[in-house]
């Protein structure tokens, strides 16, 4: 009798920890699905940054600190109309053609357009706007406007994102408006300096998925964008997804693809 008991017991004990096992694996299935959605929602603020440093090196440009043809940073085919450093706005024109590697390793084709007024002034603008334009086989649509919003004592550029489209090879939509402030922390007194410039993000994000989902992007802890790196490299936000709250936290201050996904209390890394 007492080893029938045992036996059972025993058998029970493995029934209960097959069936927390498959919970767990259900539960680690569920969660890594949410993990992949926020990281195709967090595609918004990536291009968000992406388009702000592209703005900064078209004022660069328009402001004649350096030639079209000494651009470094991009693997496409750059144009400036008119070239008079003293006329403005100018059109700035990034032809990557049939495609080519840029230099964040994206494979890019197509043209984006920069119309670029004298940024240094208040209120001036700079605003981009895509021409069939991708970005590893992702359509890009819609348009941003930079505005000049500085002090005396900081670079200050307010970022309105509208009607931003993101679409890849699946039919995969990502649609998004934004407004965001981007606050200069560092660099500031070497305004000829393009490259130690770094910037504090604040703002929010609201996106729509292909299936309807709606996303709420907020920033928590200011993201950290610096001109000499393609990605955020710290700052805490909070997508909110359906109503479900995930952190997001950008990491320390490295400049790499890297970041963690907090879902249900387990942290997941993901690459943007």
Known sequence: MQKQIRFGLILTTAFLLIFI???????????QAKVDTAKQALQSQQLITSSFNIAM???E?????????????????VTVVPVDPFVFP??????????????DG????????????????????ISIVYDNYTENGVKLEGSFTFKNL??????????????IKLTDANNYTLSYNAVQTYTQV????????????????????????????????????????ANNCYWVSA??????????DYLVDYGSGNCDNQATVTVNGQVYPITL
Request: proline share 2%; net charge negative; with cysteine.
């Open 150 to 163: 500085s002090t005396p004592n900081a670079g200050i550029f307010s970022i309105v994102a509208q009607n």
């Open 21 to 31: 096992a498959a919970c767990k694996k259900e539960t680690s299935a569920e969660d």
């Open 61 to 77: 440009k328009a402001d004649g600190l350096i030639k079209a043809d000494d651009r470094t940073d991009t693997c496409g085919v």
């Open 57 to 59: 090196r078209g004022a």
């Open 106 to 125: 994206k494979f890019k084709t197509g043209k984006f357009i920069l119309t670029v007024g004298a940024i240094w002034e208040p209120n001036a603008t």
């Open 90 to 103: 100018k059109v700035i024109t990034v032809d990557f053609g049939a495609g080519c590697t840029d230099g």
């Open 235 to 244: 700052g805490t936000g909070v997508l909110s997804i359906n109503g479900l």
């Open 186 to 225: 560092s660099g500031h007194a070497s305004w000829w300096d393009w490259s130690d410039d770094v910037y504090n993000v604040t703002g929010s994000i609201n996106s729509v998925l292909t299936n309807g989902e709606t996303v709420d992007w907020t920033i928590q802890n200011p993201l950290v964008k």
